[in-house]
């Protein structure tokens, strides 16, 4: 017996028998719960998580919300777009392997890789695949000579009698955005490759995977997972979906940002794309639905559940949250196991060392990327001390969190510096030093994480009116300056920079290597190392340089960065990209629900009854099997941007 005619036939009896009118409406409740989920295909996807755990929505608040979803739905897949295993305390003192756990415990059915996946050196990246139960999957990276892919570069996921091929692409400037040292042979020789060599690698190796998807596996819907990015680097994710064909949706990451919008490829066709910021800012929903409609939205707070049994009510970003209890206690336990290391106290603060807006996740908006920041130079200072050093520049990019007032912890410590960078100290020319700050500073007042941090005794004027001439080659590394300089009147403790003298330099290892692209320190011998890591470094400067108190010099500006001529720069986290823009949702008509309706019918005659409620079961039912739409697409066109 049909759903609609047992309703129909208990809405009839239940005025026929008025004495169970009681019994009667619970049967009727229970038996619209009972009615099938929707058939429907649901994507939930994350990028840059970061080591978030707990941040914001947290992976507790995706679990709870995958439940929610799979009450629903029959198919629900959850993906993630790269950069999760580090970025925190808990990824950088387990080397990413207590990120894996609690991802393992969610259940991720397809992930792929982001640049910082390779930070803690290809053996543990390795160990951490096997250990991740979806396998990572990743079309780029590859060895140099064949161009044979490390991992698998696609997965098919069947669901609902479909079948959904997922590519997996890391950005090519990978090279610059990790430790180089990892990826090429003690003779500085590339082992590894990310399809750089010419312009059209990528596109034509990514269109071949959607070309075998399409004609060998007979996907119905192919999906690219790029950890790319829509910014100002030579590689975006929309201009190379601008050069394919066969594309059904494109999940973004690596720029931290968050959208929802359409960009065209190959055919002019507009194909959706959309990334969810960092540390689970929000979650991504990408739905296709059953008549062919594909509907995509972003939840910045998981709403609150129907059934808040085996839920949970927190505060985070100042705002309600609500989490899935067994995982919120499995996070706890995962973090009990390392907290008697990161609670160790290192020193304390009566201020808070700001290299971002309260709040902000956006890396636009993170002051070390484009100007002096006070929480960069404790660091930089630190590390010159570590090497005994004339000078330090760092990456403004490595700096990551604002440092707390108070206490401050290990873990606190590796929370703002979680990179366990090895410190290095080279002996290099000055002439190398200038061409490492133009460099660094050649994208500013755009934020970038190359921007260079300096450590106390350095100064120099930046004139931001002066295009910049620096050249990079295809991964982004400094190849050489053509041209006017926007870096002038170097300092190094007081006195000018000589072009002709040799300095002690404290670096990263990062940097060192040529991360970031400041391949001009790849050209010296390492003279020697400081033995100690950057996390380290900063510890035990507050305890011994600094007696374990941060002064206040440390919460001020001290002019390291004279900036001239400056052209404002974006930093809000709600500003629009000039080329992203977000949805606007709308609330959709969910029905009228069965106690109007039974208030309705009462007064109303058996005969006439059951007309009516024919009627209306027939218009609830075909209403009840569509899924609510919470967001509409406004056919914004991002301008293309080729690779």
């Known amino acids: 017996m049909s759903i609609r005619l047992l309703y129909l036939l208990l809405l009839i009896d239940v005025f026929v028998g008025v004495p169970h009118t009681s019994k009667k409406l619970d049967q009727i409740k229970n038996l619209r719960k009972t009615q099938e989920k929707s058939d429907d295909i649901v994507i939930i996807h994350l990028n840059d998580v970061h080591c978030g755990l707990q941040d914001s929505v947290g992976y507790d608040g995706f679990a709870l919300y995958k439940d929610e979803l799979k009450e629903k739905y029959n198919n629900v897949i959850c993906v993630d777009v790269g950069d999760h295993v580090q970025g925190g305390a808990m990824g950088a003192i387990s080397d990413g392997e207590a990120i894996i756990k609690i991802m393992n415990k969610i259940g991720f059915d397809v992930v792929t890789l982001g640049n910082h996946e390779f930070d803690y050196g290809l053996e543990q990246l390795n160990k951490l695949g096997k250990e991740i ?94 950890h790319i990015g829509m910014d100002v680097e030579q590689y975006t994710s929309n201009g ?37 910021g960092t540390k689970l800012q929000s979650i991504g929903k990408l739905i296709f639905k059953t008549d062919g409609t594909i509907l995509s939205e972003t939840i910045s707070n998981v709403p609150e559940p129907s059934n808040k049994e085996g839920a949970l009510s927190v505060t985070r970003s100042n705002a309600n949250r609500w989490v899935k209890n067994e995982t919120y206690n499995f996070i706890q336990e995962v973090k009990d196991e390392y907290a008697e290391e990161l609670n160790t106290v290192v020193g304390k603060s009566d201020y808070e060392l ?39 520049i760092i990456n403004g990019g490595g700096v990551r969190n604002n440092m707390k007032a108070g206490n401050i912890t290990k873990g606190d410590v590796i929370e703002t510096i979680p990179w366990f960078n090895n410190i290095m ?108 890591t950057d996390t380290d470094a900063v510890a035990l400067y507050i305890q011994n340089n600094l007696n374990g108190i941060i002064p206040k010099e440390y919460s001020e500006l001290q002019g390291r960065i004279n ?15 000039s080329n992203i823009s977000p949805y606007y949702y709308r609330k959709s008509n969910k029905g009228i629900s069965t106690g109007a309706i039974v208030a309705i019918l009462i007064p109303c005659i058996v005969a006439v009854i059951a007309a009516i409620i024919l009627a209306l079961v027939c218009k609830s039912s075909t209403s009840a099997a569509a899924i609510p739409q919470n967001s509409s697409f406004n056919n914004l066109v991002i301008p293309n941007k080729q690779i």
């Open 133 to 226: 139960s979806s396998n990572y999957i990743c079309s780029n990276f590859c060895y140099k000579k064949n161009k044979t892919s490390i991992y698998e570069p696609y997965k098919v996921v069947e669901a609902g009698g479909k079948k959904i091929g997922f590519i997996g692409v890391v950005t090519p400037l990978t090279f610059t955005k990790t430790y180089l040292s990892t990826l090429q042979e003690s003779d500085g020789s590339a082992t590894y490759d990310f399809l750089t060599t010419n312009d059209t690698e990528l596109q034509q190796t990514v269109q071949t995977h959607i070309n075998k998807l399409r004609s060998d596996e007979k996907v119905d819907y192919v999906i690219l997972l790029t």
């Open 240 to 276: 190379l979906l601008s050069n394919l064909e066969g594309v059904d949706a494109v999940l973004d990451g690596h720029t931290h940002l968050v959208y929802n919008t359409t960009s065209k490829d190959k055919s002019n066709k507009d194909i959706h794309i959309s990334q969810t």
């Open 354 to 392: 700001i290299i971002k807006p309260e709040g902000s996740s956006d890396s636009r908006s993170i002051y070390c990327r484009y100007r002096e920041c006070t929480l960069g130079n404790l660091i930089c200072d630190a590390v010159r001390d570590a090497g005994q050093a004339d000078l330090t």
């Open 425 to 532: 100290i080279k002996k290099v020319k000055g002439q190398t030093i200038l061409d490492a700050l133009e460099f660094g500073v050649r994208n500013c007042p755009t934020p970038s994480g190359s921007f260079p941090q300096v450590s106390s005794g350095v100064s120099f004027d930046l004139d931001t009116s002066i295009n910049s001439t620096v050249q990079t080659d295809s991964n982004g590394q400094y190849v050489n300056i053509t041209g006017a300089r926007r870096v002038s009147n170097v300092k190094i403790n007081g006195e000018n920079l000589d072009l002709n003298k040799i300095y002690n330099i404290s670096l990263f290892e990062f940097v060192s290597n040529g991360g970031d692209g400041y391949k001009m320190f790849t050209e010296y011998d390492v003279d020697r190392e400081a033995l100690m």
């Open 563 to 577: 900036i001239v001529n400056s052209s404002p720069t974006t930093t809000s986290d709600n500003s629009n990209d």
